[in-house]
Nanobody, 118 residues
Framework: QVQLVESGGGLVQPGGSLTLSCVAS??????????MSWAHQGPGKQRESVAS???????NYADSVRGRFTISRDNAKNTVYLQMNSLKPEDAGTYYC??????????WGLGTQVTVSS
């Protein structure tokens, strides 16, 4: 059974940084693997994808975070990361790790909360 567990959320001041982690279990990043994505859901808003990374390491970003966020993966640790810099109040909300395609498509974590406030 595929499980995705996010961590690393918290309170940060505007302009600050956070790194989120998502540990996957139930399948291997190193054998076959899966594309991975991060989604953001702000208060009262719809969930939207902000970053994706292929099994080969190619990344794509939403316009709202490009240049500030970096997605990466460590196949040996079955972990995907989201480095978030220059955080803005509108970046606050819940961040979810999910699998956007392939065999395990549709698997989601429970999310980690990010608060951006002075």
């Amino acid at each position: 059974q595929v499980q995705l567990v996010e961590s690393g959320g918290g309170l940060v001041q505007p302009g600050g940084s956070l790194t989120l982690s998502c540990v996957a279990s139930g399948f291997s990043f190193s054998y076959g693997g899966s594309p991975m994505s991060w989604a953001h859901q702000g208060p009262g808003k719809q969930r939207e994808s902000v970053a994706s990374i292929t099994t080969g390491g190619s990344a794509n970003y939403a316009d709202s975070v490009r240049g500030r966020f970096t997605i990466s993966r460590d196949n040996a640790k079955n972990t995907v990361y989201l480095q978030m810099n220059s955080l803005k109040p509108e970046d606050a909300g819940t961040y979810y790790c999910y699998i956007p395609g392939g065999r395990y498509s549709g698997s989601w974590g429970l999310g980690t909360q990010v608060t951006v406030s002075s």
